[in-house]
C-alpha cells in the first residue's frame, strides 16, 4: 500500500498547491464566469468554453476560469469524469494574439505561456479522466488542448492546426503536447507548413479517439463518461497516474513500475472488491477509496 498512499498523499498535495495557487478574487472570478460555463450531474463535469466571439481564445482571463473549473471540488469522490466542449463553430483558436504583442513585454509573455503550460499538466494529473468535445477548428494552444486531454472525440467537421509559423510565432508549446500524440512526420509538417488537417487524419495519426457525425458529438462523449462513471474512480486515478508516469520511462523500468503499481492495487478495496465480484458472478459494489 506504500506505493498507493504516497500516490495519493503526492496528487492531493499538489492539487491543493494548484487550488491555492489559482484561487481568484471574487471580482475576477465574476469577470471571469462568463468565459467558460460549468456544470455537473451524475459525475460528469461539463466545461464550455463560452467566448465564440473571440474563437475561445485561451486568453489569460479563459486559462484561469479553465483552470478554476477543472480543480473546483476535485476530490470529491461523486466527480468521475470531466468534458470539455466549446460554445461556437471554433473550439479553441488558442493564444488571443493582442496577449502576445510586443507591447505587453516579456514578462507578460512569459507568464502566458506558463499559465498555459500549467493548465495543460493539470488536465494530465487530475484523477478524474478528461474528454475533449472537439467540433470546429481547433488551432494553435486549442490543438495543444485536444492533444493533452486524455480521450478526444471530433466530429466530422473538425479541423486542427498548429499555424504560429504563419505569423512568425512557431507553435514551440502545442508541440510538446502534439508530438506526444501523433507521430514527429506529421507533428513536423503541421508545425513546419502551419497547414490544417482533418478529424479522419487526424484519427488516423492517434491526436483524437474516435470520429462521429456533429448530430453524435454530444451523445458519444457523455456514452464514454457515463461508462467511466461505472468503475472505481479510486482505480482509475491509480491507472491516470501510472500510464503517464511509465511513458517517460525505459521499458524495463516501466514494467517495475507498473508491475508494483498492480500489485498495489489488489491491495486496496475496490481492486479486492472487483476481484470477488467477478468470482462470484455480481456486480461490483464500489467504494471509490484509494486507502486498503
Not at 91 to 100: I, M, P, Q, V
Not at 160 to 180: E, H, K
Amino acid at each position: 500500500m506504500a506505493v498507493v498512499n504516497r500516490l495519493y498523499r503526492t496528487m492531493n498535495a499538489h492539487l491543493s498547491a494548484l487550488c491555492q495557487a489559482r484561487h481568484l478574487s471574487t471580482s475576477n472570478r465574476l469577470a471571469n464566469a462568463r468565459l467558460t460555463r460549468c456544470e455537473e450531474s451524475q459525475g460528469i463535469r461539463r466545461i464550455v468554453l463560452n467566448n465564440p466571439k473571440k474563437r475561445n481564445a485561451l486568453s489569460l482571463a479563459m486559462i484561469d476560469s479553465l483552470h478554476t473549473d477543472l480543480l473546483q471540488d476535485i476530490n470529491n469522490v461523486n466527480l468521475r469524469v470531466i468534458i470539455i466542449s466549446a460554445q461556437g463553430h471554433v473550439f479553441s483558436s488558442g493564444h488571443d494574439l493582442k496577449e502576445l504583442a510586443p507591447e505587453a513585454g516579456t514578462e507578460h509573455h512569459q507568464k502566458v505561456f506558463e499559465k498555459c503550460s500549467d493548465l495543460m499538466l493539470t488536465i494530465q494529473q487530475l484523477p478524474v479522466p478528461v474528454i475533449a468535445q472537439v467540433s470546429g477548428l481547433a488551432t494553435a494552444a486549442g490543438c495543444q488542448l485536444v492533444a493533452t486531454c486524455d480521450i478526444a472525440v471530433a466530429s466530422e467537421n473538425a479541423t486542427f492546426a498548429t499555424p504560429g509559423v504563419s505569423v512568425g510565432l512557431f507553435c514551440s508549446t502545442p508541440a510538446v503536447a502534439l508530438v506526444r500524440a501523433v507521430p514527429s512526420k506529421l507533428a513536423l509538417e503541421m508545425l513546419f507548413t502551419g497547414g490544417a488537417i482533418g478529424a479522419e487524419r487526424a484519427l488516423a495519426h492517434g491526436l483524437v479517439s474516435k470520429v462521429v457525425a456533429e448530430t453524435e458529438l454530444e451523445a458519444e462523449c457523455t456514452r464514454i463518461a457515463r461508462q467511466i462513471c461505472e468503475v472505481s474512480r479510486s482505480v482509475v486515478a491509480l491507472g491516470k497516474d501510472g500510464f503517464y508516469r511509465q511513458r517517460h520511462m525505459r521499458t524495463a523500468d516501466a514494467y517495475k513500475h507498473m508491475s508494483r503499481l498492480m500489485v498495489e492495487n489488489l491491495r486496496t478495496e475496490d481492486g479486492q472488491e472487483g476481484i470477488r465480484s467477478f468470482l462470484e458472478k455480481r456486480k461490483p459494489e464500489w467504494t471509490h477509496n484509494p486507502k486498503k
